[in-house]
Structures are given as structure tokens and as C-alpha cells.
T-cell receptor, first 114, second 113 residues
Framework: SAVISQKPSRDICQRGTSLTIQCQVD?????MFWYRQQPGQSLTLIAT?????????ESGFVIDKFPISRPNLTFSTLTVSNMSPEDSSIYLC???????????FGAGSRLTVL | GENVEQHPSTLSVQEGDSAVIKCTYS??????FPWYKQELGKRPQLIID?????GEKKDQRIAVTLNKTAKHFSLHITETQPEDSAVYFC????????????FGTGTRLTVIP
């Protein structure tokens, strides 16, 4: 399966600032997704990162708050904008390979907003 | 979109006993149902999955059953061991749009030595 590198692995940020999380995959993948996992909670899909076009956002998530880029088949970024303490969470990049449904997760980026 | 419910939220069993976790889903078009195990501080990892064209799948001590008519599926772990202690998530994949996975709320399994 694909090897996913995510950075930063963790960060502490001030309220009102923005942070960009990077996801790099060691092979070309069909689909890339961004999930959020709040403390002790399940995994919630934020958006599907589409290569060369705007991301597809799930209900409750908007582009102004979570802008996403995917310039090629191996790389994506998620920005958490104008952060508040409620954005404190783990953000996970995930991918599926061609012809398969299996979802592989990165190690996650643990974000704490003060 | 798809709605996945998972029960119980916590489960404690004695080592060697069996554990069963149950999930229901809402979208009859869903046809792929994976289970993920997440140990503390680590990423979720796939442990077993089942597709809608089969009713049961087994891999050593782990098995998953699927009832498409009732729209529910279950994870069965036999001969539990302390290293099985983790949070388990079920998920269902829709066949609309980008084939997104929707996760259940998780079950914290504790295996007592």
C-alpha cells in the first residue's frame, strides 16, 4: 500500500492564525481525502482533494475555512484558516489507489489552538 | 449522505472471550464495508473488509458478517488477546460521487488479562 508522509506531525497555534498541512504520497494515487478526528471522536470527512480542480467539500465544511490544493497525483495540502480552539483536532490525509477501495491513512497532524 | 451507527461505544471482555461489534448503515447503495483498528496515538489501520457480494469473510481470529437486507454488518473477534485492545471503527462506502467512506462512532475494546 501507499506510504503517506504528513507534516507537521503536531503544532500549537495561536487563535486567528492559519496553518497548512502537507500530505506527500510515495506513489500516484487516484483519490486523496482529508479527515478530521476530534479528541476521542470518530473520523469525519472534510473533503475530497481533486487533482487540478477545486476540492469537493462535505456538509459543514467550506473552502474559505479549509482551502485544499492538489497540484498532482502525489501531493495535497489542507489549510486550517483563522483558527479557533474548536479547530483543535487531528487532521488525517488518506488515499486510495487505482482500482481499489482500500483507504490508507497518514499518521495525522495534531493541531492545538490556544 | 450515508449514516453509519455503531454499537456498543465501549466493550470490555476477558482475555480469550469473543467480542462482537455491530454497525448499521442507511444508504442501500453502499457496497463496501471496512473495519479499522486504531491504537492509542496511532493512525487507523484496516483490519478486514467485506464487499456486498458476500455475506461473510474471515481472517484468522477476525470475521465480518454482512446482512444487506437489514443493512447491518458486524465484526467478530474470537480468542481475544490484550493486544486487541483499541478503538474499532466500521465504515461504509457509497457508490455516488467520489466513493467516500463514512465512519461509525467507534467502539473502545478493552481486553482484560
Amino acid at each position: 500500500s501507499a506510504v503517506i508522509s504528513q507534516k507537521p506531525s503536531r503544532d500549537i497555534c495561536q487563535r486567528g492564525t492559519s496553518l497548512t498541512i502537507q500530505c506527500q504520497v510515495d506513489s500516484q494515487v487516484t483519490m486523496m481525502f482529508w479527515y478530521r478526528q476530534q479528541p476521542g471522536q470518530s473520523l469525519t470527512l472534510i473533503a475530497t482533494a481533486n487533482q487540478g480542480s477545486e476540492a469537493t467539500y462535505e456538509s459543514g465544511f467550506v473552502i474559505d475555512k479549509f482551502p485544499i490544493s492538489r497540484p498532482n497525483l502525489t501531493f495535497s495540502t489542507l489549510t486550517v484558516s483563522n483558527m479557533s480552539p474548536e479547530d483543535s483536532s487531528i487532521y488525517l490525509c488518506s488515499v486510495t489507489g487505482s482500482g481499489a477501495n482500500v483507504l490508507t491513512f497518514g499518521a495525522g497532524s495534531r493541531l492545538t489552538v490556544l | 449522505g450515508e449514516n453509519v451507527e455503531q454499537h456498543p461505544s465501549t466493550l470490555s471482555v476477558q482475555e480469550g472471550d469473543s467480542a462482537v461489534i455491530k454497525c448499521t448503515y442507511s444508504d442501500s447503495a453502499s457496497n463496501y464495508f471496512p473495519w479499522y483498528k486504531q491504537e492509542l496515538g496511532k493512525r487507523p489501520q484496516l483490519i478486514i473488509d467485506i464487499r456486498s457480494n458476500v455475506g461473510e469473510k474471515k481472517d484468522q481470529r477476525i470475521a465480518v458478517t454482512l446482512n444487506k437486507t437489514a443493512k447491518h454488518f458486524s465484526l467478530h473477534i474470537t480468542e481475544t488477546q490484550p493486544e486487541d485492545s483499541a478503538v474499532y471503527f466500521c465504515a461504509a462506502q457509497t457508490q455516488t460521487g467520489a466513493n467516500n467512506l463514512f465512519f461509525g462512532t467507534g467502539t473502545r475494546l478493552t481486553v482484560i488479562p
